[in-house]
């Protein structure tokens, strides 16, 4: 019967078009059969790159890890997981437009994951694009009211852009649905010295060091907030923590070294604001402060080297210098008049 039913539709006659239908049906189950095959190899292979990622992840080798899960990505392009955990990983090394690529992704796979916006955001304003990450964070909270990341990054952004009204309420906002995240006491204590309420500032921050002793900048901000407060001894003992967390802390060394400056410890001013330079060649209020301290030393040659270098980043320190009283030594130094009379 199958027979005649293939033959009913011949317009030739014979059995040819038998044959020929038979071998056109034989050859689309031929190719369903290989898109099969293909399918469950394309599976299985993802499978295995996904397996190799994860143990590069926890062999730390986080850039081999990355490039796995994006070929595993070209093999699944609609897996929501394998798309996000791609994006996180570059996002982790560094990779920002292979990031952005990923979890651009994973927001089309799953636009009401509220993490994968966030992230798409951070990805962005890391790559310089303030106003789309700015965007994507508001997505964010927009899908999850109650995330305390969105507004802790909207939060930073504010303050970064000195709106530190609109950044405190983010910062309150985000500790009250999460009162362990440490980051939003930090900024907290920062905006606070900012705004030069250095004893809420020593407040918020003693919270942040208790949730996580070894983050630098907490104890960063500690020292401008008793810095600000007047409280030098205690200044010196937080600049130093942050130093000794972060040996490459360079805004750490410096303010060490100003504070010393301040006191009046001018031979243990020199070395911190040293290593601040050595960190930063172009830091120029570090070499105007070691300036400052070696005409406090009578050391007339290097204190005018340092002052020209600084003048020479930041021509406005020259008519600081004038009314500065760390320079008065060096006041009737034609040399020193030269440096900083008016260009």
């Known amino acids: 019967m199958r027979l005649a039913w293939l033959i009913q539709y011949s317009t030739c006659g014979g059995t040819a078009p038998v044959v020929m239908s038979r071998i056109r049906w034989q050859k689309k189950l031929w190719l369903l059969c290989v898109s099969i095959l293909f399918a469950c190899s394309a599976a299985e292979n993802a499978e295995q790159l996904i397996a190799l990622a994860e143990q590069a992840k926890q062999e ?17 392009p609609d897996d929501f997981n394998v798309q996000y955990g791609t994006g996180l990983l570059y996002l982790q090394v560094g990779k920002l437009s292979e990031a952005e690529q990923h979890l651009r992704r994973a927001v089309e796979l799953r636009p009401e994951f509220a993490p994968a916006h966030l ?21 964010a909270l927009r899908i999850e009211p109650r995330f305390p990341r969105a507004c802790y990054n909207l939060g930073v952004m504010s303050l970064e852009d000195g709106r530190l009204d609109e950044a405190e309420v ?126 406090h030393l009578g050391e007339r040659v290097s204190a005018l080297e340092h002052l020209a ?35």
Do not use: C, W
């Not at 951070?122 to 994507?136: H, M, N, P, S, T």
């Not at 070395?271 to 960190?279: D, F, H, K, V, Y």
């Open 60 to 76: 730390e080798r986080l850039g081999a890890a990355a490039d796995l899960y994006h070929r595993a990505a070209g093999l699944k």
């Open 170 to 295: 983010l910062f309150l906002r985000a500790l009250a649905l999460d009162p362990t995240h440490q980051g939003s006491y930090v900024r907290l204590g920062n905006l606070y010295v900012k705004q030069r309420r250095f004893a809420s500032a020593v407040e918020v921050l003693m919270r942040a060091r208790t949730l996580d002793p070894k983050d630098p900048m907490t104890f960063f901000n500690l020292g401008l907030a008793h810095d600000g407060m007047r409280e030098r001894e205690r200044a010196v003992a937080a600049f130093k923590q942050a130093i000794a967390l972060n040996p490459s802390y360079a805004s750490a060394h410096y303010n060490l070294g100003t504070t010393l400056l301040q006191r009046g410890d001018y031979q243990a001013a020199v070395e911190p604001l040293q290593e601040a330079i050595r960190l930063n060649p172009q830091f120029d209020d570090a070499f105007y402060n070691l300036a400052a301290a070696y005409a």
């Open 119 to 139: 992230n798409l955001g951070v990805a962005l304003l890391q790559a310089g694009d303030r106003e789309a990450g700015r965007k994507a964070f508001l997505e």
């Open 309 to 343: 270098r600084a003048i020479g980043f930041n021509p406005a320190l020259a008519s600081v210098a004038q009314t500065d009283d760390d320079f008065q030594s060096l006041r009737s130094d034609l040399a020193f008049q030269a440096l900083t009379q008016p260009r």
